[in-house]
DNA sequence: ATAACCATGTAAATGGTTACATGATTAG
DNA sequence: CTAATCATGTAACCATTTACATGGTTAT
């Protein structure tokens, strides 16, 4: 699954821009599965033009370059069905984050508490920004996919949260990480 | 973060050969936030025992081809702590499951639910993977990133069967869904 | 027989990020 | 004045995936 076949789903739902369908990737309900930039959606949206499966009208504006609207064809959406009846490759999660985390002896405490500082408010900006989204109008589908973010983002604070203190206590403290268990 | 860091991160905790760094993403404690194949792993070995970041011993096998155990050095130890000190980058989730169901409208009655299936199955896997690991040897940094995994996937899971019967459901019946809903 | 596991590696192709290039408007 | 937002696009670089190449052992 590329950047053609999600710019294709995204205009499968509304016209867009590049620039608008970047802000789905950033801010809109794709933020939690799926991310793409510039240098990967413009290529994308100009190859499906000139295969057909997009249109675009340049709109004029007033001091900025014109916004191209482009539009989903109806080949497009045949080629999208197609797109998503192929077998699903499996999730796909990289956190640098949790690398880190994981080889957290090899940091000072001062840098660990940094990075898992960072990351708990970094995931607190993800839930945020999901809970923003306003979904009253979303079909079935997106609300589920939805729905699953937050359950997903909720589980990972919380985890975080609650074992704050216990992991940047046992970095500074190794003795009495052993002396205070009860062992088995 | 790229395929050297995280393999350079492997040796650190133990020597292995590529084979065994490929087990330790796949059902090792890196499965839940990183992967790797062959063809990175290998390479990656190569080039950094020609940095002297890594030592490599062949070891002769009845039948199989010579094992190569690769040990990191103290220049490989220094350049990972460097590497660990780097801003970590934003997580990233790619999900084609997830694009799939977010478009689930355009799928038919059983695809759809083959592929809410498939995905359920696959984080049941996932979890049973991590909760196969044997922790009790783990410092607290593996534990907690462990934890993480858990807390994550038994998340993800509980969504799927929550929602499982109210998802497939919503596509045979539409205006049911309207009937029903309450509003507001 | 067949599949899965052990074990390594390369080359081509794909795909994605980053830096570059441009430039007006608006909010602080 | 500065930063952010709007708005598009290319080229070079980097990383990863996939296919190819090899071949014995063990379990079904």
């Known amino acids: 699954m590329d950047t053609k076949t999600i710019c294709l789903g995204v205009l499968s739902l509304h016209d867009a821009t590049g620039y608008e369908i970047k802000k789905q990737f950033e801010e809109g309900p794709f933020s939690y599965f799926y991310d793409a930039g510039y240098g990967s959606i413009y290529p994308a949206l100009g190859k499906m033009l000139s295969e ?17 609207v482009y539009s989903i064809t109806d080949a497009g959406r045949d080629v999208l069905r ?27 405490t001062n840098q660990r508490a940094a990075v898992f500082d960072d990351y708990l408010a970094y995931y607190r900006d993800c839930l945020d920004c999901l809970n923003r989204m306003d979904n009253s109008e979303s079909e079935d589908d997106r609300c589920f996919v939805h729905g699953m973010g937050v359950a997903v983002y909720e589980a990972a604070i919380r985890h975080l949260e609650d074992n704050q203190q216990a992991f940047l206590d046992s970095h500074n403290a190794p003795e009495i990480k052993r002396a205070a268990g009860g062992g088995g």
């Open 52 to 68: 057909g499966l997009v249109t675009c009208v340049e709109v004029p504006q007033d001091g900025r370059p014109a916004k191209k």
């Open 82 to 108: 197609d797109m998503l009846h192929v077998r699903p490759a499996r999730d796909k999660l990289r956190s640098d984050s949790l690398v880190m985390l994981f080889f957290g002896h090899l940091l000072e």
